[in-house]
């Protein structure tokens, strides 16, 4: 069994993120790569960021990549001020390195699973919203399957 001190190690790692030259400087086309060092977010984190940028998608991109900078460390308006490529190139590694990145083999994989593919079939036969499937237990889901299974026609 992992005890709290393993769960919360991660946490304190820090990661080594090269950022090529192209993406630090976009007019230059032999500009030198560089290193940041990151941080994963934590829930904490997630929630003071959340709360701080409920309104600005902008500002959350802003505050995300902000916490998550060990080094070097920069101001909110230090991040806000960098371009924008800059702050979306951190971000995607802010992401990666605090376990919330979905890649598009991930989401793919996602959709096929088969608890995927009945909630999609019960929104689709019933209309009802994510919400209202994502309440239903499992036997629930499987009595209405087969309520659907028996009333297909050809079947």
């Known amino acids: 069994m992992l005890s709290a001190e393993e769960l919360l190690a991660g946490s304190r790692l820090t990661f080594d993120v090269d950022v090529p030259g192209s993406v630090l400087h976009p007019d ?3 500009a030198p790569d560089g290193t940041v060092r990151l941080r994963p977010l934590t829930v904490h984190d997630l929630q003071l960021i959340v709360s701080a940028a409920s309104a600005d998608d902008n500002m959350l991109a802003t505050l995300m990549v902000q916490r998550a900078l060990v080094e070097p460390e920069m101001s909110v308006a230090q991040v806000a001020a960098a371009h924008a490529g800059l702050v979306q190139f951190l971000l995607h590694h802010v ?3 605090s376990g919330i990145a979905a890649t598009s083999d991930d989401l793919a994989r996602a959709a096929q ?6 909630a999609i079939a019960l929104e689709r036969a019933f209309g009802w919203t994510p919400e209202e499937v994502s309440e239903l237990t499992v036997g629930q889901m499987l009595l209405h399957l087969q309520l659907l299974a028996e009333d297909a026609p050809g079947e």
Do not use: K
């Open 28 to 30: 230059d086309a032999d």
């Open 95 to 97: 992401n990666s390195v």
């Open 113 to 118: 699973a088969p608890l995927t593919r009945a």
